[in-house]
């Protein structure tokens, strides 16, 4: 058997078993969902407004009946500039996974054609003629090739097949990080929305009540020139009136303030927001009660969960990537091409003849054997990470309940805060036309006028607080519960303008495409199935 024989078939077995261990053997841990601790039911579970049952998570803002709610929330899914860059980053993870994925073919694959003109040394070309009596002395010529180079590092530790794992565990992470991304923002639309609301209901009520006041005054000041009362009922009455007007620029700052951030939200200047904010301008009402769930439906419908745990198990393949570089690396390399010269009898034009043709084929071996310390240690930075992620995604899970239990409290309480509140403004409204008719009457002092309607007005703006946020608590457990972002389910999460754009300025074949880069609706959270 001849030597160039051997040669291929050393080559042709190292290919071999590199295609049979590829399916086999792969060093490093293989990624187990991580244990989190999770209640078996919720703390306010036998409270008869809780309900231990799915909701209409979809569109969870529907529960509210408010029509304005509703355009502004689709407004900001559609327009929010802050969710189209997390739709950017999928196509960046998937894209990297394009790159990940082509490490497991020949790494190098280059043609290298070239031209190069040579001269030898007069005295070089003397000094060979000296020895060897037959060879012409030539002092220039022409050599032309045009090689393909071809070098592949075979994976028989996994080490490329771990990289993809971790690939596509990132990308799978980035698709959650979009539907967590799409969670918050559909929960801070409805909370703008909600403290827009309640802040024009507040400043309704000091308005009215500033209208009292000035009665109020009047009255004090009428009585006063009939010297039927002291000068002192006045200026208290002054006092209450323009504490009032200063509370009233005050809210009206607040409420510009959540319109300019509800601009943002849905992907405009700071607007007045008086076409997508027409209708009813009252406190978006909840339901008296809220289907919940169980506890442990959180680490199915939470992105962020979802994107922990995912993290892990990207980091976790890292793992057997470095763990790879402890063992030698098998490599499968050559090159092949027409060669051709002018130096002695030969011919440029002889370039592509059958006879032109040269190659190299070959394996080696590389061993990295004396970095063994910086390997190891490599591996054991991979591995810290990978128990870091392990121990954010268990908090994760934690924080997760924790943010439920607070707000399903606070809706629980202010309801009865509420309840309490309305009855209290309907004794400080009783109690404020009784102490008018005494002072009108002389039988009792102009301070009760206006300690009534001190307490009126502060019993009214409690009431609207203790309203917008009870709805503001719902939007929190929706949130919590991780409600909102299966509406991004069948459709685009780039709006096709931008798709445009993307295409003319860059071949992206089919990743554009959402079937590519979006995982399907049945596998959000199957983190063990990198073949979508």
Not at 198 to 213: S, Y
Not at 329 to 336: P, R, V, Y
Not at 344 to 352: A, D, I, P, Q
Request: with cysteine.
């Amino acid at each position: 058997m001849t030597y160039q024989r051997q040669i291929v078939i050393l080559s042709f077995v190292l290919v071999s078993i590199s295609v049979l261990m590829t399916g086999c053997l792969k060093v490093g841990p293989d990624f187990k969902p991580a244990g989190a601790s999770v209640s078996s039911k919720w703390l306010e579970a036998s409270d008869e407004r809780v309900k231990n049952e799915p909701a209409n998570y979809r569109a969870w803002w529907e529960a509210f009946g408010d029509p304005a709610m509703n355009r502004v929330i689709d407004k900001a899914y559609r327009e929010n500039i802050s969710l189209r860059i997390a739709a950017v980053r999928v196509l960046e993870a998937r894209a990297q996974l394009g790159i990940t994925v082509g490490k497991l073919y020949p790494q190098t694959q280059q043609l290298n054609p070239s031209m190069m003109f040579n001269r030898a040394s007069a005295y070089s070309a003397t000094s060979t003629a000296s020895t060897a009596e037959n060879v012409p002395v030539q002092y220039t010529f022409w050599q032309d090739q045009a090689l393909l180079n071809v070098a592949w590092e075979l994976d028989f530790w996994g080490k490329y097949r771990r990289g993809v794992e971790s690939a596509d565990a990132t990308l799978r992470s980035t698709v959650a990080d979009y539907d967590s991304a799409l969670v918050s923002l559909t929960a801070d639309a409805a909370n703008a929305y909600v403290q827009i609301r309640t802040l024009e209901k507040r400043i309704d009520i000091a308005r009215q009540n500033l209208e009292t006041q000035k009665e109020s005054l009047r009255i004090a000041e009428a009585r006063f020139h009939g010297g039927t009362t002291s000068e002192r009922d006045v200026e208290q009455a002054r006092t209450i009136l323009f504490n009032t007007q200063a509370a009233i620029p005050v809210l009206e700052a607040q409420i510009r303030q959540s319109k300019d951030a509800l601009s943002v939200l849905i992907g405009i200047p700071p607007d007045n927001l008086s076409d997508i904010l027409t209708g009813s301008s009252e406190i978006p009402a909840p339901p008296p009660f809220v289907a919940i769930g169980i506890p442990a439906d959180l680490l199915r419908r939470r992105p962020d969960i979802r994107s922990a745990e995912l993290q892990a198990a990207a980091q976790c393949a890292q793992i057997g990537v470095a763990k790879a570089d402890l063992f030698p690396a098998f490599s499968l390399g050559g090159f092949i091409g027409p060669q051709s010269t002018t130096y002695g009898v030969t011919k440029l034009s002889e370039m592509f003849n059958i006879a032109s043709m040269t190659m190299s084929v070959g394996p080696s071996v590389q061993w990295n054997f004396l970095n063994y310390g910086r390997i190891t240690n490599n591996v054991r930075l991979q591995d810290a990470r990978f128990q870091e992620l392990l121990l954010t995604y268990q908090n994760t899970v934690l924080k997760a309940q924790q943010e439920v239990e607070d707000f399903l409290a606070g809706f629980l309480r202010y309801q009865e805060t509420a309840a309490s509140l309305a009855l209290s403004a309907e004794a400080a409204k009783r109690s404020l036309d009784l102490a008018f008719i005494q002072y009108s009457q002389g039988s009792t002092d102009f301070t009760t006028v206006l300690t009534a309607q001190q307490s009126l007005l502060t019993t009214q703006d409690s009431l609207a607080s203790s309203l917008g946020n009870i709805s503001l608590n719902l939007v929190g457990i929706y949130r919590a519960l991780g409600g909102g972002w299966e509406i991004r389910q069948a459709e685009e999460i780039l709006p096709p303008e931008i798709k445009e754009v993307m295409a003319r300025r860059t071949n992206w074949g089919r990743l554009l495409s959402p079937s590519v880069y979006m995982p399907p609706p049945g596998n959000q959270s199957d983190i063990r199935s990198p073949d979508w």
